[in-house]
């Protein structure tokens, strides 16, 4: 039972254009929401996060939107750049209240130059 | 430190053998997560810490999978007579509290069983 999905498992962009990545959950008791970007051979590092009681959450290029009532997040980057080439996970802190992340299954983006 | 620090990087074991993987959270966290990421992209929650305490293993298969955090030590993950889907990367993370703050992963042990 995947509880957190990422269903497009690439996303390929132009430089200096936005990419929108999507994520969604299932359990309506998720109340904060992650994204994290991993390189190969490296962990995944944070990016940015938001809470239930907010709706967005912005940080220089990166800015995260949460829609509660369709369970549905996305991460926007603008502009995009070489750099942010990478895998990247949204994760929630489970219903345990114990701690544990569920991830998503992960993106690949590719930003051409 | 200021990293998580996982060591070894690459681990390999034949099948039947023990494994035991360490890691080290950034100093002053009183919470430590283990996952194993198999088939490249899933990662599965296995065990969590809150300093040598055990917060949740609900995740832990826990026949052959034993972890250990104890005072002033790296804290370790052990398989016992491992098997080939074992095989995977295992990532250690740490945080401040255990929920609403990111975790902070180290860059993974990954083991490979033969």
Redesign the interface.
Known sequence: DQQVKQNSPSLSVQEGRISILNCDYTNSMFDYFLWYKKYPAEGPTFLISISSIKDKNEDGRFTVFLNKSAKHLSLHIVPSQPGDSAVYFCAAFGSSNTGKLIFGQGTTLQVKP | GEE?A?TPKHLVRGEGQKAKLYCAPIKGHS?V?W?QQVLK???K?LI?FQNENV??E??MPKERFSAKCLPNSPCSLEIQATKLEDSAVY?C?S?L????Q???????TRLSIL
């Open positions: 998580v996982q919470y997560f996952y992209n899933e990662f929650f969590s917060f949740d609900t995740g990532f993370a945080s509290l255990f929920e609403d990111p975790q902070h992963f180290g860059d993974g």
